[in-house]
């Protein structure tokens, strides 16, 4: 599967979706995922699963966002 994201600031949460941020809520070290810095901009997210082992690939890009109509579940 492949997602695209924007990342204005860099900082992106790579983790479970009960730890994204929302309702004043905002991921901390309790929570499972873990935090990247990237260069500000547009990237490419390519999300494989194999069993229980999950693997993700991030790259620049010049698409910055997905054009869904339904919930991104992997």
Not at 8 to 29: C, H, T
Request: with cysteine; charged share 20%; aromatic share 10%.
């Amino acid at each position: 599967m492949h997602f695209y994201f924007q990342a204005p600031s860099g900082n992106v949460y790579l983790g479970s979706a009960d730890d994204v941020s929302g309702g004043e809520l905002e991921p901390d070290e309790l929570s499972q995922g873990i935090f990247l810095q990237l260069k500000p901009g547009n990237y490419a997210c390519a999300v494989f699963k194999k069993d229980t082992q999950i693997s993700v690939t991030l790259s620049p890009s010049v698409q910055g966002q997905n054009r869904l109509d339904d919930l991104i579940r992997i």
